[in-house]
């Protein structure tokens, strides 16, 4: 079965200075990775997603991540955090294991903090 | 387009009540899921269900847990008996295809508290 793991389950970045969230993930399958952010008391919301149409796969809100595939990571970045960035962040992969059954599998989440 | 819709929000439940939990899933969507998360861990996968069918319930406890995704109406999960190690954020995702790759939208959750 595939699964997720993602480093650091609380990072703290200053305004405007770089975020840098880390996934890896274990899959037997070409994966399909996704990056969530959910804030308080909210649902999920997509942030991207890749689909191995192109390696460096740009989101919402100025967020991007690159598959590399002999490192197995989909690490999220952002050049330049905003206050409004702050919340908390779940990579996920497509969880195919025969059938039509498409779960997601999350990693336990990035907590992150902007501070002025 | 609406979201995904969950009611109700929040949910308190003394230790062995029943609870229901309804999602709305957005319009023109037929697949839908589950996930549970608890205290400081991500999301788990409970149940998936096409309308009428439940096509994979492998995440689900094996007693007091049950859901449905009738022909009309919202997709139930029901919690019989709920013990206070229910007590978590409930979301459902809804796609409109069951395709490997496919976007699930997530709604805003139920948070159940048992008492």
């Known amino acids: 079965a595939q699964s997720v793991t993602q480093l650091g389950s609380h990072v703290s970045v200053s305004e405007g200075a770089l975020v840098l969230l880390r996934c890896n993930y274990s899959?037997?399958?070409?994966?399909?990775l996704f990056w969530y952010v959910q804030y308080p008391n909210q649902g999920l919301q997509l942030l991207l997603k890749?689909?191995?149409?192109?390696?460096l796969v740009k989101g919402i809100n100025g967020f991007e991540a690159e598959f590399k595939k002999s490192e197995t990571s989909f690490h999220l970045t952002k050049p330049s955090a905003h206050m409004s960035d702050a919340a908390e962040y779940f990579c996920a992969v497509s969880d195919y294991s025969g059938g039509s059954n498409y779960k997601l599998t999350f990693g336990k989440g990035t907590l992150l903090t902007v501070n002025p | 387009n609406a979201g995904v819709m969950q009611n109700p929000r929040h949910l308190v439940r003394r230790r062995g009540q029943e609870a229901r939990l309804r999602c709305s899933p957005m319009?023109?969507?037929?697949?839908v899921y589950w996930y549970r998360q608890l205290p400081e861990e991500g999301l788990k996968f409970m149940v998936y269900l096409q309308k009428e069918n439940i096509i994979d319930e492998s995440g689900m406890p094996k007693e007091r847990f049950s859901a449905e995704f009738p022909k009309e109406g919202p997709s139930i999960l029901r919690i019989q008996q709920v013990v206070r190690g229910d007590s978590a954020a409930y979301f459902c995702?809804?796609?409109?295809?069951?395709?490997?790759?496919?976007?699930?939208?997530f709604g805003p959750g139920t948070r159940l508290l048992v008492l």
């Open positions: 890749y689909t191995s149409a192109a390696t």
């Open positions: 899959s037997s399958v070409p994966p399909y």
């Open positions: 995702a809804s796609s409109p295809l069951d395709r490997v790759g496919e976007t699930q939208y």
């Open positions: 319009k023109g969507h037929s697949h």
